[in-house]
T-cell receptor, first 105, second 114 residues
């Protein structure tokens, strides 16, 4: 069963922050995050392997709560280039429902 | 920077025809994957391949699908008898043994079945 992401879509002004959540009904042992721009392939952002692990990538970071079976992606001071659809994926390479992020100037 | 390449970029075929989608993974990568994405929907895992055999496959990857590494560089996905619902973008991805966590995706092949 695929992970569920929330929100489904979000519109931000440049410079604002966003949080994207990913929840699974099954136990999570790892979480991958990807960004996909329209018409392009997904781009790997990061993987979290341990419960409670946090990782950062420029102004994009993520946390993983193994007990709650969820992960969150944090985007701070968003830039126009952050626009796209964000997917989480659990082990077994099952992608989440996706969150479309639109950044406006 | 090395990248995964896929050919063709677009393929139009008649229902019932066989198609072969080709991928050239990054040269030192040993794990290979196929995904598909129906327009506007999520990315779906099809199959993973390592050491010349399928390591994992999804429910979507039925008998109509097969994968092959015919030589040292190409990795192919064959759909034997295409159906309308096979229309999608197909992505190939690869990872290295040194960094198995990071998947590199190719640009995709858009398949349209008429």
């Amino acid at each position: 069963q695929q992970p569920v992401q929330s929100p489904q879509a979000v519109i931000l002004r440049e410079g604002e922050d966003a949080v994207i959540n990913c929840s699974s009904s099954k136990a999570l042992y790892s979480v991958h995050w990807y960004r996909q721009k329209h018409g392009e392939a997904p781009v790997f952002l990061m993987i979290l392997l341990k419960g409670g692990e946090q990782k950062g990538h420029e102004k994009i970071s993520a946390s993983f709560n193994e007990k709650k079976q969820q992960s969150s992606l944090y985007l701070t001071a968003s830039q126009l280039s952050y626009s796209g659809t964000y997917f989480c994926a659990c082990e077994k390479l099952t992608f989440g429902t996706g969150t479309r992020l639109t950044i406006i100037p | 920077e090395p990248e995964v390449t896929q050919t063709p970029s677009h393929q139009v075929t008649q229902m019932g025809q066989e198609v072969i989608l080709r991928c050239v993974p990054i040269s030192n990568h040993l794990y290979f994957y196929w995904y598909r994405q129906i327009l506007g929907q999520k990315v779906e895992f099809l199959v993973s391949f390592y050491n010349n055999e399928i390591s994992e496959k999804s429910e979507i990857f039925d008998d109509q699908f097969s994968v092959e590494r015919p030589d040292g560089s190409n990795f192919t996905l064959k759909i034997r008898s295409t159906k309308l619902e096979d229309s999608a973008m197909y992505f190939c991805a690869s990872t290295s043994t040194g960094n198995p966590e990071t998947q590199y995706f190719g640009p995709g092949t858009r398949l349209l079945v008429l």
